[in-house]
Every structure is written in structure tokens, then in C-alpha cells.
């Protein structure tokens, strides 16, 4: 079983680039003039290796169905957070319910699904998760996403979003790997 490093993000260190990120940078309470409307985010920086998975390709192929019997979609914010699938191999590292925020695609993801390939180690980060990107038939999205991106684990609200109403597939907009409050 793996140790995660984690770094507790704040307000103060939100802004920091990728680099400085992997820093571990204390809790420091905001000061009130820079304070933002909303809640403060919260939840632990962390690497990843992206990946997704599209209605195209899904198992069965072109339906919605998840792991958990809900239908994988979402429009990305803290309320209604896009579906992502994780590895089962080892136990639920990641149970259902787990919320994600991918500062990449700026949207909160929850784990309602499972993936095999997911448990394959790739040697680039130390675990997958599989975003759902919806209808991408060329699979141009899930191209743009694969990678190593920085992701926030246990992400609480208050981290801006660009809400997807067509679903990645349909809005595949990158932002980035810092995690920026809204």
C-alpha cells in the first residue's frame, strides 16, 4: 500500500505555480483583505496520471452506466461533479464518494466507477484516475488530458470552476495545474 505525500492547500498557497506546489506549505490563515467570497477550498495537493474515458468507450460501449448504478455525468462544480472511474485492484483506495478537483480542467470529479487499466502502474504517478469526458468520438479530449496533472484530493468547495454543460467532451478547455480559489 502506498504512502501518499500530501500538502494542505490554503488560500495563501493556491496561487503558487506547479513547481512551488510540491512544497509542503503550512496552514496559514488568510489576511481578512485578501480574503475571497465563499468558502475557503480546502483538500490535499497531490499528482496523478490522468486519463478518460468517453460514452464511445465506455463497458458496455455507448451507455452511461457506472460501477456504483448511478449514470456517469456531471456538470463539474462542487455540486454536481463530473463522474471519474479509479483502480479496484488492492482494496478502495478510493471509495465512492471520493471527491476530486482537477485544476486542469477546473471541475470537481467524484469516483461512482471503476476501471480496470486504472490499477496498471504507469511509472509516471503513483495512481490513475479515469475523468468521464462524455461524448468524444475522435477522442481529441481524452488525448489533451493524458498525463501527469496535479489534482486536489477530499476537495472541498470553493475552488473555480468552468462548468460543463456539454460535458468535457463537448468543452475540452485547459487551464492549468494550479489549483486557483474561486
Known amino acids: 500500500m502506498r504512502t501518499p505525500t500530501r500538502r494542505t492547500v490554503t488560500t495563501a498557497a493556491a496561487g503558487l505555480t506547479g513547481l512551488c506546489a510540491a512544497v509542503l506549505v503550512p496552514t496559514v490563515a488568510a489576511p481578512q483583505a485578501a480574503a475571497h467570497p465563499g468558502p475557503e477550498p480546502h483538500g490535499w495537493v497531490d499528482t496523478a496520471w490522468l486519463t478518460g474515458y468517453s460514452l464511445e468507450d465506455n463497458s458496455p460501449a455507448g451507455t452511461r452506466t457506472t460501477s456504483s448504478g448511478r449514470k456517469a455525468g456531471g456538470t463539474g462544480t ?62 481529441s479530449c481524452m488525448y489533451e488530458i493524458t498525463g501527469v496533472h496535479n489534482v486536489v484530493q477530499n476537495a472541498g468547495p470553493g475552488w473555480a470552476v468552468v462548468p460543463r454543460w456539454d460535458e468535457l467532451g463537448g468543452d475540452c478547455r485547459l487551464f492549468g495545474e494550479t489549483p486557483t480559489p474561486a
Open 78 to 139: 462542487f455540486d454536481d461533479p463530473i463522474t471519474l472511474a479509479v483502480g479496484y485492484e488492492g482494496g478502495d483506495e478510493f471509495p465512492v464518494g471520493a471527491v476530486f478537483y482537477v485544476p486542469l480542467v477546473r471541475a470537481y470529479f467524484v469516483v461512482e466507477d471503476r476501471c480496470g487499466a486504472c490499477s496498471d502502474p504507469t511509472g509516471a504517478a503513483e495512481y490513475t484516475i479515469d475523468l468521464w469526458v462524455g461524448s468524444d468520438p475522435d477522442s
